[in-house]
């Protein structure tokens, strides 16, 4: 089995790809910074040295980097299991105040690379017949909050590619599923003052992640949506 998690090397996509590993997964991740990516595998393996670890230098910014990160898979891989589309910045700001082009940015960082990513490694999971798609959306797919700005629009328009492409791919048996955290222990959060109990460990979003896969095949949880249960910041 094999599972492309991007944005890995830290928070969320880290400990999935862990928790993919650990269950026997060969995993494919992707970050920008090389250092991190080379703790992050070394770690990923350390769960599960039988695991073959792909880590890949890839900016998902750039639709080039994203289509050769695709092909690298596809030479890798004889096959993907499961897509995590969960690398994602959060800039907090607001839509009248926050600086020029950061929509376009985000756009880019927190949709168009998982639509990029998800065209190139479709077409051999529907001649498969098998597969599931993870997009990492957020309760700010849900609702908007101060502050929320140009991600907030991002994380609505991911749940929106989301709720598209798991009807377009129910005829071919791939199931899609929409993760929604809430507030999650990770560096997206530095900076911020914030107690640990109002913040879910990134581990819990990996076991949710877990527990849809592993649905009885005729299944799919379309939505999930998670938050401390002291409620948002
Ligand atoms: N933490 C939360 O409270 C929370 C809540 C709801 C949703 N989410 C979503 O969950 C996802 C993961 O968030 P997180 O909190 O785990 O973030 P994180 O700890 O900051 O980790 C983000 C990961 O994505 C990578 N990344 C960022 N920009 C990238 C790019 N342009 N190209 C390739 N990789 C990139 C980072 O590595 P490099 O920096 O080296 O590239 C890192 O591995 C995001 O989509 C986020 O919006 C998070």
Same mark, same amino acid.
């Given at each position: 089995?094999?599972?492309?998690?991007?944005?890995?090397?830290? $928070?969320?996509?880290?400990?999935?790809?862990?928790?993919?590993?650990?269950?026997?997964?060969?995993?494919?991740?992707?970050?920008?910074?090389?250092?991190?990516?080379?703790?992050?595998?070394?770690?990923?393996?350390?769960?599960?040295?039988?695991?073959?670890?792909?880590?890949?230098?890839?900016?998902?910014?750039?639709?080039?980097?994203?289509?050769?990160?695709?092909?690298?898979?596809?030479?890798?891989?004889?096959?993907?299991?499961?897509?995590?589309? #969960?690398?994602?910045?959060?800039?907090?700001?607001?839509?009248?105040?926050?600086?020029?082009?950061?929509?376009?940015?985000?756009?880019?960082?927190?949709?168009?690379?998982?639509?990029?990513?998800?065209?190139?490694?479709?077409?051999?999971?529907?001649?498969?017949?098998?597969?599931?798609?993870? #997009?990492?959306?957020?309760?700010?797919?849900?609702?908007?909050?101060?502050?929320?700005?140009?991600?907030?629009?991002?994380?609505?328009?991911?749940?929106?590619?989301?709720?598209?492409?798991?009807?377009?791919?129910?005829?071919?048996?791939?199931?899609?599923?929409?993760?929604?955290? $809430?507030?999650?222990?990770?560096?997206?959060?530095?900076?911020?003052?914030?107690?640990?109990?109002?913040?879910?460990?990134?581990?819990?979003?990996?076991?949710?992640?877990?527990?849809?896969?592993?649905?009885?095949?005729?299944?799919?949880?379309?939505?999930?949506?998670?938050?401390?249960?002291?409620?948002?910041?």
């Amino acid at each position: 089995m094999n599972a492309v998690i991007t944005g890995a090397s830290k $928070g969320i996509g880290k400990a999935i790809a862990e928790k993919l590993a650990l269950e026997g997964f060969n995993v494919a991740i992707c970050a920008r910074n090389a250092d991190t990516l080379a703790t992050a595998k070394a770690d990923i393996q350390q769960k599960n040295p039988a695991v073959t670890v792909l880590a890949e230098v890839v900016d998902m910014e750039d639709k080039s980097q994203v289509l050769a990160f695709g092909e690298k898979i596809k030479s890798t891989f004889s096959r993907v299991d499961i897509l995590v589309n #969960n690398a994602g910045i959060f800039v907090p700001g607001s839509l009248h105040e926050e600086a020029d082009g950061l929509l376009e940015k985000l756009m880019s960082v927190n949709v168009y690379s998982a639509y990029h990513l998800t065209r190139a490694l479709l077409p051999a999971m529907i001649a498969n017949r098998k597969g599931h798609i993870f #997009n990492m959306c957020s309760t700010a797919s849900y609702g908007a909050y101060p502050n929320g700005g140009s991600y907030s629009i991002t994380k609505y328009a991911l749940l929106g590619f989301t709720k598209n492409l798991r009807k377009e791919l129910i005829p071919h048996n791939i199931r899609v599923t929409a993760v929604s955290p $809430g507030p999650t222990l990770t560096a997206s959060w530095e900076g911020f003052e914030a107690a640990p109990d109002r913040m879910m460990p990134p581990e819990d979003i990996a076991s949710v992640v877990w527990s849809a896969w592993t649905m009885a095949k005729q299944t799919v949880i379309e939505e999930i949506l998670l938050r401390p249960i002291l409620g948002d910041i």
